[in-house]
């Protein structure tokens, strides 16, 4: 079993990198690689460069922000050299630019929220500790907890991945903050995974609500070369969906990747793995290509 697609406290998730390598060796992973967003700096950690905790093969990677037909996506980096995306990330996701791009976003949702007269209790807001995270979780916790919102939300209260996918990063939506303003485009991300000896794959297809999701691949390839597909994730879990990016991959001669997207308890459905209990990811999947 796999799980190449993780997050630690280097982006949003809440677990350090020791803590995952250890829930790793406890379910005797034989492949997983720690995707932190927009970030190589997980590999400097202590407990990765002395690793003597997790027994497998650690495959370095990275998920990296994107913009491709206005909308904002992720590209998975495998194989990499970390100090490449590193140098290549203060470019657009240095400290302090982080910084400011939380107030921005934080202000913008405020607006947002005004707008829809949506209520909400700012003193109940907790501002971000780090600059890596996300400030419209937060946000959308508070909004939720005032039932008068619900209505106004609609679909929006099944959860913040859709309140995110369909409302923030829709620029069709009246609830889009345009993050892709700060985004760097499609092509410069998957020539610099490409220059630091990666290989792209396009991230949770299903993650992103799209409309059309397959012609959506289809436009990207039209324009880049990637490199394959995370197929195996909680979002293409249900109604045959893994099935329709297995069979898309094998024909158009791409690979393919899937992992969990663990978070720690800022996705608590989610669990190293297995991801909402049925992935499982046998390790065959990445074999044809990890060792090229």
């Known amino acids: 079993m796999i799980d190449i697609h ?17 829930m790793c060796e406890e379910k005797k992973l034989e492949y997983i690689s720690i995707t932190d967003h927009d970030t190589c700096k997980q590999y400097e950690d202590k407990a990765l460069k002395n690793n003597k905790i997790f027994n497998g093969k650690i ?3 990275s998920e990296l922000h994107a913009v491709f037909q206005n909308k904002s996506i992720e590209i998975l980096a495998y194989n990499i ?10 470019k657009y996701y240095s400290e ?21 007269g949506l209520i909400y209790d700012m003193s109940k807001i907790k501002k971000p500790k780090k600059a890596s995270e996300y400030v419209e979780r937060s946000i959308y916790e508070e ?19 859709i309140f995110f996918r369909k409302g923030l990063a829709n620029p069709d939506s009246s609830y889009f903050m345009n993050h892709i303003e700060f985004r760097p485009k499609y092509k410069e991300v998957i020539n ?15 993650e992103y609500k799209f409309e059309d999701t397959i012609s959506f ?24 969906k893994k099935n329709i990016l297995v069979e898309y991959a094998r024909k158009n001669n791409l690979y393919i990747s899937g992992g969990s997207d663990y978070h720690g308890n800022r996705k608590p459905d989610i669990e190293i ?7 499982n990811i046998s390790k065959e999947i990445i074999e044809e290509w990890i060792n090229q």
């Open 6 to 22: 993780m997050h630690t406290i280097y982006s949003d998730g809440d677990k350090t990198v020791e803590e995952i390598l250890k």
């Open 59 to 61: 495959i370095k990677g």
């Open 81 to 90: 050299n970390p100090s490449v995306i590193n140098e290549w990330c203060e």
């Open 96 to 116: 302090n630019e982080l910084k400011k791009q939380q107030e921005i976003f934080r202000n913008r949702l405020f607006n947002i929220c005004d707008k829809h």
């Open 143 to 161: 909004v939720m907890k005032h039932k008068e919102n619900h209505k106004i939300l609609g679909e929006f209260t099944e959860s913040f991945s």
């Open 192 to 206: 610099i995974i490409h220059k630091a000896g990666g290989k792209a794959f396009l991230a949770h297809p299903f």
């Open 217 to 240: 691949i289809n436009d990207l390839r039209k324009e880049v070369e990637l490199d394959g597909i995370e197929c195996f994730h909680p979002s293409s879990a249900d109604d045959n």
């Open 273 to 279: 793995g297995v991801g909402k209990g049925n992935l």
